[in-house]
């Protein structure tokens, strides 16, 4: 409850694009921010090729 409350109170204070609850325990949580960066970064083609380690 605390925690859901801090987080409304910081959404009023700052201009958020989005928040993400992540659980680094469970894993909870990282797919939706892994499928929200992939979504905000422009396509662009690749810097290298498939073969090279970078």
Known sequence: KELLA???ELDLAKDF???FLVSA????G???V???VLDELPFSRPFYDEQQIT
Do not use: C, H, I, T
Not at 25 to 28: A, E, Q
């Open 6 to 8: 801090f987080l409304a």
């Open 17 to 19: 694009d989005a928040v």
């Open 25 to 28: 325990l469970k894993g909870d």
């Open 30 to 32: 990282v797919e939706d």
């Open 34 to 36: 892994e499928l929200r």
